[in-house]
């Protein structure tokens, strides 16, 4: 199982940004992902869930109405794009794969910093 | 804050043993939800350390435990090792938030 993730850089409040997350070595399609991230010295916030066909979506509050999180199985890919981005979400972004409403694969992350 | 709650940090020295704990609510552990444990090396993502309360992905030592009881959570660590030192987190679903929950994180130094 491989997750990498790319997208990340530096962007100034109320601009936007599209993370990416490449799946290898599993059936994409047939499990459930995440986002999660971690801001600078800070512990982990669940940010986002999608389920395998699309079907089910959430997002934590914070984000929700700027951040819309989406999925292409035959790219076995996934996304999280970023919109009206505020200081507060500087943070490392890591996708994860769910199992049953915890997260059995990471990525290595990356960081987005959110900055004028 | 965070729903869930961690001591910032625990030590111990190489050989003993050392628990997390993790208390939460009625609305989370509480309400019968599993507790997962994730194990955070310095510079590296998170990697799943117990999953539903007490078992252990494959590769995982057998010194990691966890146990649940009423709307609390512990993880224990035996036979401490140095390549233990890590950050240490819990994780819950809140059925009234609708969310996945994590504990703020614990910081166990190996003295």
């Known amino acids: 199982v491989q997750l990498v993730e790319s997208g990340g850089g530096l962007v100034q409040p109320g601009g936007s940004l599209r993370l990416s997350c490449a799946a290898s070595?599993?059936?994409?399609?047939?499990?459930?992902m995440n986002w999660v991230r971690q801001a600078p010295g800070k512990g982990l916030e669940w940010v986002s869930y999608i389920s395998s066909s699309s079907n089910t979506i959430f997002y934590t509050d914070s984000v929700k109405g700027r951040f819309t999180i989406s999925r292409d199985n035959a790219k076995s890919s996934l996304y999280l794009e970023m919109n009206s981005l505020r200081d507060e979400d500087t943070a490392v972004y890591y996708c994860a794969r769910d199992r049953n409403w915890d997260f059995d694969f990471w990525g290595q992350g990356t960081l987005v910093t959110v900055s004028s | 804050q965070s729903v869930l709650t961690q001591p910032p940090s625990v030590s111990g020295a190489p050989g003993q043993r050392v628990t997390i704990s993790c208390t939460g609510s009625?609305?989370?552990?509480?309400?019968?939800?599993?507790v997962h444990w994730y194990q955070q090396l310095p510079g590296t993502a998170p990697k799943l350390l117990i999953y539903d309360n007490n078992n252990r992905p494959s590769g995982v030592p057998d010194r990691f435990s966890g146990s649940q009881s009423g709307t609390s959570a512990s993880l224990a660590i035996t036979g401490l090792q140095a390549e233990d030192e890590a950050d240490y987190y819990c994780q819950s679903y809140d059925s009234s938030l609708s969310v996945v929950v994590f504990g703020g994180g614990t910081k166990l130094t190996v003295l």
């Open positions: 009625s609305s989370n552990i509480g309400a019968g939800n599993d």
């Open positions: 070595g599993f059936t994409f399609s047939s499990y459930s």
